[in-house]
């Protein structure tokens, strides 16, 4: 997923709940904080694997309210894209509209399009769509969230033609005001013991974020840490400190996501998350 979160939002509504009293009488309960509010934009993925489903869900085990704006409908399954229609942007911008009638704290965008490649294989940002894409939303950005393969369209949009050229390409985007970048390192087949991310920031510092590679694939991973990225950024202050910590507070989520897997089915094979457990 390419955006993660990552513009705040504006305060509209109130961010407290009250409970009212018992009904003998007593005292008032003490306010309760709800959760930030997260506009997810992004795709409705029909078999749940992955897209706005995948979203929510991150976004709701992590305490946060999602709000949606679907930007195209598509029929998958694990194997592939079997169809997909765009959403017209008049439907897409009243669904956007209608969330800011409240309040939202953070904004995570998945397919406006921006996811450029689905795990399943399919290209799903044409060459305009992606010129658009780093031209009028990269400057609205804190945080981009790209995988190696994601990463390679927008280094050819700009000039790098050649993919493992990582550092070139984050230079690139960063110069058009991107102020984080977390490049993931899942498809990195020469780091066969674990799956490392690097988190790029603005001032030239980088984290390393090193994760268990397991003998699996799953689909939904890089929407589950997007969306947990974003709830991070809405509960703190989005700099340099803070998307640090979203950061990490993400990447813990999703391993607790795969550890989950592995416990529930040792086989091979693609899979989706899990999804979370009730609240107990």
Not at 261 to 280: F, N
Request: charged share 20%; aromatic share 4%.
């Amino acid at each position: 997923q390419w955006a993660a979160g990552l513009a705040r939002g504006a305060q509209v509504g109130g961010a407290l709940a009250q409970s009212g009293g018992d009904c003998g009488g007593g005292r008032m309960k003490a306010p309760m904080k709800m959760g930030p509010k997260i506009l997810l934009i992004g795709g409705m993925d029909s078999s749940g694997g992955a897209g706005l489903m995948r979203d929510a869900e991150a976004v709701a085990e992590l305490g946060g309210i999602a709000r949606c704006a679907v930007t195209a409908v598509t029929a998958q399954t694990d194997k592939g894209v079997r169809w997909a229609m765009p959403v017209p942007s008049e439907g897409l911008r009243a669904q956007i509209s209608a969330a800011f009638e409240d309040r939202v704290d953070a904004i995570k965008i998945g397919v406006l399009d921006p996811v450029l490649r689905a795990s399943s294989g399919r290209a799903l940002l044409d060459p305009a769509g992606l010129a658009a894409m780093i031209a009028h939303l990269f400057t609205r950005t804190d945080v981009l969230t790209p995988n190696l393969p994601e990463l390679a369209a927008p280094g050819a949009a700009l000039g790098v033609t050649d993919p493992r050229k990582t550092e070139e390409v984050v230079t690139a985007l960063m110069a058009r005001g991107v102020r984080a970048i977390l490049v993931k390192g899942g498809h990195d087949q020469t780091a066969r013991a674990e799956a490392v991310d690097c988190l790029y920031l603005a001032s030239g510092k980088r984290m390393r974020f090193a994760a268990k590679r397991y003998p699996f694939d799953l689909r939904g991973t890089g929407c589950h840490l997007a969306s947990a990225i974003a709830v991070g950024l809405a509960e703190r202050r989005v700099d340099e400190g803070g998307i640090i910590a979203a950061v990490g507070a993400a990447k813990a989520s999703l391993g607790r996501r795969f550890a989950a897997q592995e416990a529930l089915d040792k086989g091979a094979g693609k899979r989706q998350i899990p999804h979370s457990p009730s609240p107990t």
